[in-house]
């Protein structure tokens, strides 16, 4: 039978086979996804044969895969692991205020997710606490973000606006990140009855410092909607990716760079005749974008 990976705890698996039932699994023997070298292959997302003679059943087989996203363990001294795999767009949900989202880490997930041509949208939640001061910066956030070619929504979970997000996940699977306090158990409940989660509840501080892998967990909102929760994570280390590569990752760069004198040898710090400096000097490319550029190229956790 085949099945669809919705939860993985490291060593069970728990997969909605196409009898409409989920069965608890686990992987027998090795499997080896082409192309992957991860210690984890299977991931929640993936596609999969089981066999269901014993009491446990079994994953046999890992489809093909149409992409997936990798993630650093732990930093620096762990391993990729693959957070999730067969994902259409990505969704990070952020706030201004109550807390403020930096735009560090914003672009720190778009670059993550770029990096595996996966689309992306942000949301911005609680409008409602913001002034007019906020609502101009919310503005010119969503003109900045637009204009990098990724979805913008600007809303209040506690108002009617989740329909609008309902729209923007249907037919699709999509992982859904953010910092905690954020309001991604407030918007996922009021999306869907499925997903229950709890509120307000900041786990974060019993977390903190505890090296544990974050496993992704996926909801199913309908036969054709999907929506993957990644708990606990709170940072998007960048996984595998030197210092030329970083520049393709930001849209506003990848076609720009090839204007530096210095080609694809140009990381843009410093270098003479960089088409990147220039257009931060020319506001063609916002000086949010290029300080999260520099401390992505320049941060310890990516020199290789
Ligand atoms: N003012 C306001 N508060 C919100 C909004 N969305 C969520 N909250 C509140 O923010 C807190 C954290 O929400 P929660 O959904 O647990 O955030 P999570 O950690 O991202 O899952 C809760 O007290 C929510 O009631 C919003 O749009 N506006
Ligand atoms: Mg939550
Ligand atoms: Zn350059």
């Known amino acids: 039978m085949k099945g669809i990976v919705m939860r993985s705890t490291g060593s069970f698996y728990d997969v909605l086979a196409t009898d409409g039932k989920k069965y608890n ?11 992957i070298k ?29 992409n997936h996203i990798l993630r650093q363990s732990v930093k620096k001294t762990g ?13 990070v949900v952020a706030t201004l205020s109550y807390p403020r989202t930096s735009l560090g880490f914003i672009d720190r997930f778009l670059v993550s997710v770029e990096a595996f041509r996966i689309p992306q949208v942000i949301i911005f939640n609680k409008k409602d606490l913001l002034d007019e001061k906020g609502m101009q910066w919310l503005n010119e956030l969503i003109a900045l973000y637009t204009g990098i070619g990724v979805r913008c929504f600007s809303i209040s979970a506690l108002e009617e606006d989740q329909l609008v997000i309902r729209g923007v996940l249907q037919d ?26 709890s509120v307000g509840e900041i786990s974060d501080f019993s977390e903190k410092g505890i090296h544990t892998t974050t496993f992704a ?7 054709t909607t999907f929506v993957i929760d990644t708990p606990g994570i709170k940072e998007w280390g960048l996984v595998d990716m030197n210092q030329q590569e970083i520049s393709d990752y ?19 710090v410093n270098e003479p005749k960089c088409a990147i ?10 000086l949010s974008r290029y300080e999260s550029y520099l401390s ?4 310890e956790d990516n020199r290789k």
């Open 38 to 66: 991860e210690t984890n292959p299977v991931a929640v997302g993936d596609y999969v044969s089981i066999d269901l003679e014993h009491e446990i059943g079994s994953i046999t087989e890992i489809l093909p895969r149409k």
């Open 79 to 91: 391993h990729a692991h693959v957070l999730a795999a067969n994902i259409d767009q990505a969704m």
């Open 172 to 197: 699709k699977t999509t992982l859904v990140a953010g910092h905690s306090g954020v309001g991604k158990s407030t918007l996922l409940n009021k999306i869907s009855p499925a997903i229950r989660q």
């Open 250 to 268: 930001f849209p506003e760069m990848r076609e720009r760079r090839l204007g530096c004198k210095f080609q694809s040898r140009c990381i843009h």
């Open 296 to 299: 992505m190229v320049l941060g």
């Open 217 to 223: 967990e996926m909801f199913r909102l309908d036969e």
């Open 25 to 35: 699994c686990r992987v027998r023997g090795k499997i080896r996804l082409e192309g």
């Open 277 to 286: 400096l220039d257009a931060v000097k020319s506001g063609a490319i916002a």
